[in-house]
C-alpha cells in the first residue's frame, strides 16, 4: 500500500501453498495479477498457483529436456516422459521463483512485495538457486554421453541447442542466486512476533540466511500491545513479555534494525486498514530505522525518546530503548490466565479413538500448533502410562525444543523430556533421512554398474560410465517433499510390528504450516509413482546384471509409502487435528484446509482454537467480543459432527513439561 501510495507500479505476490493474501485484501486472488483499487497509485496481487507456474516453464522446455535424456540414456520416451512429469524437486518454492522473476522481466511493475510462506520453505525457497543449478548439472551428465558419441563419429562437437538449455538453466541460477544477494534490488524483512519461541525462531533464520549471504534489511516486530488507557492485567503481562522478547531479539541480532508495529484493536484486513499499517512502515523508513530498537550500546542522545514519541503519534505503542532495563512490573503483570466461560472439561476422546496410531496436528503459520500438538501428547502419555508415545515435528522450522526447554534431538528417545516417561521427542532431521537414502542408492548403483562392466569391452564400458553418473544423479529429480517423506516412513514404520518390535503405540506429529503439510499427505502417491517408474527403468539392466541392492532401496520405500498412504486414509488408526485462532484469516485458512482434507480422505475429529481470552480494559473486552464472533463462525463452518475445542490465552505461554500438562487440563470445548 505504502510503496502504490509513493507512485510506485506495485506487484504483491504470495508464494505461501496456502495463501492468506486474498483474505488479508478482502479479496479474491487468483494465479494472475488482479488490480486491487487503491486511493492512490497502481497495485495488483496474485496468489501463485505452484503447479500451473512450474508447468508453464517446462513447457517450452520439455521437448528438449526430453531429446537430452533420450540421447544421453537408455531411457525410451514413455520412461523420459515419465520422469519428467513425476520429477523436478521443490516445486512450490522453484515454481515461485520462476513467477517471481517472469513477473519481474514483464516491465509493468516498479516494485515486487513478496509474501513468502513461512519460516522452513522460505529459507528452502531461497536456497532454489542453487537446486536449479543442480537441475542443470543432472542434464548435463545425460548430455555428456551424447557429446563423447558425436565426438568419436564426427571428430568434433559443436554445441547445440539441447547445450544452450542446459547453459541457461545453470545461468539462470547463478542469476537468481545474485539476485537474492544484492541488497540494491533485494530488500528482505523478516516479520516476527514478541514471543520467545518467535524470537528463537528470528534468530535462527537469521544465522542461515547470513550464512548463505543473504542480507536482511529489518526485523519487523508485529502486534507490539499498545498501553492500555487503564489498568489491565492482561496488557501489562503482555507488555512485559514482548519487553524482554524484543530484548532477546536485540541482542540474538545485533545489528539489525527492529522495526516495531502495534497490535491493531481489529484484525487488519481490506485496504483502509493495511496502508495505516503501510504509513506506519513508512514512517520509521523515514526517520531511519537503524536507530530503532537495536544499536548496538546505548543509542544516540534523544534517540529513544525521538523514536517512543513516534511510535506512540503513530499507533499508541511505546517501546523502551536496548539495553535499558524494563520498568518494574506491578505485581499482577507477572502472569495472565483468563479462562473462557461456559463449556466443560476436554476428554482425549475428542482427538483420537481407542484405534488412532497416528495424530497430526497442524494449521497456519503462528497459530500454536506446535504448543498444541506437545501439550495433548503430555496428556495421552500421562494417561496411558503402558503406552509408548512418539512426539514428532515434521516442521523444518522445529520448535518443539523450545516449547519444551529442553534438548531434542533427531534420534527417537534421545531427548531431555523425561516426563512421562513413555513419551518420546523428536525433530526429524529430514534432510540427514534423506541422505541416507541417498547413500545407499549411490552403493547400489555402484554395484549394479560393477556387475554390469564385468566382461564388457571398453567401449561398452564407456558408456557404463555415463549410464552409472546419470543414474546416480536421477535421485536428485525426485519429487519436492521426498527427504520429509523418508523421515517420516522411518518414524512410522516405528508403529508397525508386534508388541516386542515396534518402537510406539502412538505418533502424534507436529506438522508444518497448512500449505506445506498438505503437500507432504499429498506426496506418498506421487513419491511412491516415481519410485515405480525408477524401479521400472533398473529393470531393464535385471537380464544382465539383476536388481540386486539397489531393487531392494526401490522396493522398501514403495513399500513403506504404500503402508503410510494407507495408514493416513484410515480414519480408525489417523486423525488430523486443525489449529487456529479466533480470527478471521487464520478461520478462512483453517476452513479451506478442512475442505482440502476431506478430499484427502483424512479424517479431522476436532478444531482447536488457540490463545482464546483477554484481559479487562475496553480495548481487551472488544477483542474478546470479536473473538467470539470468530469462534461461533468456526463453529458454524465445522458442522455438529466436529468437536471445537477452546485453549485459552496465557501470559507466558504455556513452557516447559509442567506447564503444557497444566494448560491442557484447562481447555474447554465449544458446545
Not at 540414456?73 to 515461485?96: F, N
Not at 543442480?134 to 548435463?140: I, K, M, P, Q, Y
Not at 506421487?526 to 521400472?536: E, G, H, K, N
Request: with cysteine; charged share 25%.
Amino acid at each position: 500500500m505504502a510503496s502504490a501510495g509513493r507512485g510506485l507500479r506495485t506487484l504483491v505476490i504470495s508464494t505461501d501453498p496456502a495463501p492468506s493474501l486474498g483474505d488479508a485484501l478482502a479479496r479474491p486472488l487468483g494465479p494472475s495479477p488482479r488490480k486491487v483499487p487503491v486511493p492512490r497509485g497502481s497495485l495488483h496481487a496474485v496468489e501463485i498457483d505452484a503447479p500451473r507456474a512450474l508447468e508453464r516453464w517446462l513447457a517450452v522446455r520439455r521437448g528438449a529436456l526430453e531429446r537430452i535424456a533420450l540421447r544421453g540414456t537408455w531411457l525410451d520416451q514413455e520412461d523420459v516422459s515419465r520422469l519428467l512429469r513425476l520429477s523436478l524437486p521443490g516445486i512450490d518454492e522453484l515454481a515461485a521463483l520462476f513467477e517471481i522473476a517472469r513477473l519481474a522481466g514483464t516491465g509493468r511493475y516498479d516494485r515486487i512485495v513478496v509474501d513468502t510462506a513461512p519460516t522452513g520453505h522460505t529459507l528452502r525457497m531461497l536456497n532454489m538457486p542453487a537446486t536449479l543449478r543442480a537441475l542443470a548439472g543432472v542434464f548435463d551428465a545425460m548430455q555428456a554421453k551424447h557429446r563423447v558419441m558425436v565426438e568419436a563419429l564426427r571428430g568434433s562437437w559443436t554445441p547445440d541447442a539441447e547445450d544452450a538449455l542446459i547453459d541457461g538453466m545453470d545461468r539462470d541460477g547463478q542469476d537468481l542466486a545474485a539476485l537474492l544477494r544484492d541488497p540494491a534490488r533485494v530488500r528482505l524483512s523478516w516479520v516476527t512476533l514478541p514471543e520467545r519461541m518467535a524470537v528463537e525462531e528470528t534468530a535462527d533464520a537469521v544465522a542461515v540466511l547470513s550464512a548463505a549471504g543473504i542480507p536482511i534489511h529489518h526485523v519487523v516486530v508485529n502486534r507490539m500491545t499498545p498501553e492500555p488507557d487503564r489498568r489491565c492485567g492482561w496488557c501489562d503481562a503482555r507488555r512485559l513479555l514482548e519487553r524482554r522478547a524484543v530484548g532477546e531479539l536485540t541482542r540474538r541480532v545485533p545489528g539489525l534494525a527492529l522495526v516495531p508495529i502495534a497490535a491493531r484493536d481489529t484484525e487488519p484486513r481490506g485496504v483502509r486498514s493495511l496502508a495505516r499499517i503501510g504509513a506506519e512502515l513508512s514512517l520509521f523508513d523515514a526517520r531511519g530505522n537503524p536507530d530503532l530498537l537495536n544499536a548496538p550500546g546505548a543509542p544516540p542522545p534523544g534517540a529513544a525518546a525521538r523514536l517512543t514519541s513516534l511510535a506512540r503519534r503513530s499507533s499508541g505503542l511505546s517501546l523502551n530503548a536496548p539495553g535499558a532495563p524494563p520498568p518494574p512490573p506491578r505485581a499482577s503483570a507477572v502472569t495472565w490466565r483468563p479462562k473462557p466461560r461456559g463449556g466443560k472439561g476436554v476428554p482425549l476422546d475428542r482427538f483420537m479413538g481407542d484405534g488412532t496410531r497416528l495424530l497430526l496436528f497442524g494449521g497456519k503459520g503462528g497459530v500454536g500448533k506446535t504448543t498444541c500438538a506437545a501439550a495433548v501428547a503430555m496428556a495421552i502419555a500421562a494417561g496411558r502410562p503402558d503406552a509408548r508415545v512418539l512426539l514428532m515435528s515434521t516442521d523444518p522450522a522445529h520448535s518443539l525444543a523450545d516449547v519444551f526447554g529442553a534438548a531434542v534431538s533427531a534420534s527417537a528417545g534421545a531427548s531431555e523430556v523425561k516426563n512421562p516417561g513413555n513419551l518420546a521427542v523428536r525433530e526429524i532431521d529430514a534432510a540427514t533421512g534423506f541422505r541416507h537414502v541417498r547413500e545407499r542408492y549411490a552403493v547400489a548403483i555402484d554395484a549394479l554398474f560393477d556387475r554390469l562392466s564385468r566382461g564388457s569391452s571398453s567401449r561398452v564400458g564407456v558408456d557404463a560410465s555415463h549410464d552409472r553418473l546419470v543414474m546416480q544423479r536421477l535421485i536428485d529429480m525426485a519429487p519436492p517433499g521426498i527427504d520429509e517423506l523418508a523421515a517420516v516412513i522411518d518414524v512410522t514404520d516405528a508403529l508397525e510390528g508386534d508388541r516386542d518390535r515396534k518402537v510406539c503405540d502412538l505418533v502424534v506429529m507436529d506438522t508444518a504450516p497448512s500449505g506445506h503439510a498438505l503437500r507432504l499427505l499429498e506426496m506418498p502417491a506421487l513419491v511412491q509413482d516415481w519410485a515405480r517408474a525408477l524401479m521400472s527403468i533398473v529393470l531393464k539392466y535385471q537380464p544382465v546384471a539383476g536388481v540386486g541392492e539397489l531393487g531392494a532401496v526401490l522396493l522398501k520405500l514403495s513399500q513403506g509409502l504404500g503402508r503410510l498412504r494407507a495408514l493416513l486414509a484410515d480414519p480408525a488408526r489417523t486423525s488430523f487435528v486443525a489449529v487456529t485462532r479466533a480470527a478471521a484469516l487464520p478461520r478462512a485458512e483453517t476452513v479451506r484446509l478442512i475442505a482440502r482434507l476431506g478430499r484427502m480422505r483424512v479424517h479431522v475429529p476436532a478444531i482447536v482454537v488457540n490463545a482464546v481470552g483477554r484481559g479487562t480494559c475496553p480495548r481487551c473486552r472488544q477483542a474478546s467480543a470479536a473473538e467470539a464472533r470468530e469462534i461461533a463462525a468456526l463453529r458454524r463452518s465445522a458442522g455438529r459432527s466436529r468437536h471445537v475445542v477452546i485453549a485459552p490465552a496465557e501470559v507466558p505461554p504455556p513452557h516447559g513439561a509442567a506447564g503444557l500438562r497444566r494448560w491442557q487440563r484447562t481447555w474447554m470445548e465449544q458446545l
